[in-house]
């Protein structure tokens, strides 16, 4: 997995930095740990004086992929329709009420990606659920009720502002949902290791199967950078197993992703200074600090690259270890860089670079291979027991010659044409 850094100006007062993923797709079974160290990694940096690590907003551009912009209008008027709609719920007036919950519902399932959260689509599930219980339309008020614990199964009402017999069907509803057999739900995209959220709950990337899934309707979407987020609602059946494969659609943010790939695939101190420039550019950054993280035997190392806007070359810092101190040395080293010290320490977490391996201080190149045993003076390669072996097998084969021909054998040889 490949990432980068952005220190925007040098080590002075203010200075910004922003991490930003480049590789988002590699290695995802390692992915939430990765998280973990490049979070260390921020913290490290933020320690240093004068330093500010920038938002993860601002971290995701240019590759986060834009909100679609007629989900904005879209979701005041949801959120407008959801108050009036409560206003007749609590006037008795539940036909109106329940003409307005439902338009609201309806745009907020069709645009809940772009959501903060879903408390909305909760709150509107749970209103409608109850006017539907005033109207006496109990198997609807159900089903809303199952949707709001889908959304939230730690969910309970209070008798002390929600009518008891409204607590009472919401209690039997979670009853039947826990004791109901649960399924799984298995997730494909291409391409692969975009993030899922089910119920908007994160819950890892592509290709994933999430199993002890309760039966019925979750809200589903799938994102990664560079492409439009897919969405949709899917329905499990009780002890089910509902399978989906999704085709990602290439989005505004492609061109970056693109670039982010080539540059990893480049690998550190061989990506193109133009690329880096481009990229330095975009995020109006003084400095990029690449860190590739690799998986060698269950263990991380970090290898590290640096380019100031308007360099002529990307530099290589080392390849330091992702346990013990190797987090702290790779800041300490990055901001010795940047103030003009681009000497490579001799460090304990440093580990040595070789063609195909990276070799730790505590490891030892491999011993080189011994040396072929010496054969001649051994008495089964000297030249007289060959020629002895050589007279008895053509001796041999004269005499079963001999035999066959004159028919002593009792063999018949045959030769088929």
Do not use: C
């Not at 930095?17 to 992915?31: F, K, N, S």
């Not at 490290?44 to 834009?66: T, Y």
């Not at 959260?117 to 539907?132: C, D, F, I």
């Amino acid at each position: 997995m490949l990432l980068t850094i952005a220190w925007t100006g040098v080590a002075r007062s203010g200075a910004r930095i922003a991490v930003i993923e480049l590789v988002p797709r590699t290695d995802t079974e390692w992915r939430e740990q990765d998280l973990d160290v490049i979070e260390q990694l921020r913290k490290e940096l933020s320690s240093h004086p004068g330093i500010e690590v920038m938002s993860a907003d601002e971290e995701k551009a240019p590759f986060a992929e834009p909100a679609e912009e007629a989900w904005i209008p879209l979701a005041k008027r949801a959120l407008e329709q959801l108050a009036r709609g409560e206003k007749f719920t609590a006037s008795l007036k539940p036909r109106k009420a329940i003409k307005q919950l439902s338009g609201a519902l309806r745009i907020l399932r069709a645009i809940f990606p772009g959501l903060k959260n879903l408390s909305s689509l909760e709150r509107a599930h749970l209103m409608l659920g109850m006017t539907y219980q005033a109207l006496g339309k109990g198997r609807q008020a159900e089903h809303e009720y199952r949707m709001v614990l889908l959304l939230n199964p730690s969910r309970k009402l209070d008798e002390t502002t929600v009518n008891p017999v409204v607590v009472e069907k919401f209690d039997k509803v979670r009853q039947r949902l826990v004791t109901s057999m649960k399924g799984s739900i298995s997730l494909i995209s291409k391409p692969q290791g975009a993030r899922v959220y089910m119920d908007g709950r994160a819950l890892g990337y592509t290709p994933v199967t999430i199993p002890g899934v309760y039966p019925g309707e979750h809200y589903f979407s799938i994102a990664a950078g560079g492409y439009k987020t897919w969405f949709g609602v899917l329905r499990l059946k009780p002890g089910g197993l509902e399978k989906r494969e999704v085709f990602l659609q290439e989005g505004q943010s492609i061109g970056w992703v693109r670039l982010r790939n080539q540059m990893a695939r480049a690998g550190m101190g061989k990506m193109r200074v133009k690329d880096a420039q481009e990229l330095a550019s975009a995020l109006g950054a003084d400095w990029l600090l690449f860190v590739s993280i690799a998986h060698m035997g269950g263990a991380a190392t970090l290898d590290l690259g640096i380019f100031e806007s308007g360099g002529r070359e990307v530099g290589t810092l080392g390849i330091l270890t992702a346990e013990g101190d190797g987090i702290p040395a790779a800041a300490a080293r990055a901001r010795r860089w940047i103030e003009g010290d681009h000497s490579v320490p001799e460090h304990k977490t440093f580990v040595k670079r070789r063609k195909d391996a990276i070799i730790g201080d505590t490891h030892k190149p491999l011993p080189p291979p011994p040396p072929p045993p010496v054969e001649q003076d051994k008495w089964y390669t000297s030249w007289w027991f060959w020629t002895a072996v050589g007279a008895v097998v053509a001796g041999a084969a004269t005499t079963t010659t001999l035999l066959l021909m004159r028919g002593e054998s009792g063999i018949d040889v045959q030769v088929y044409r």
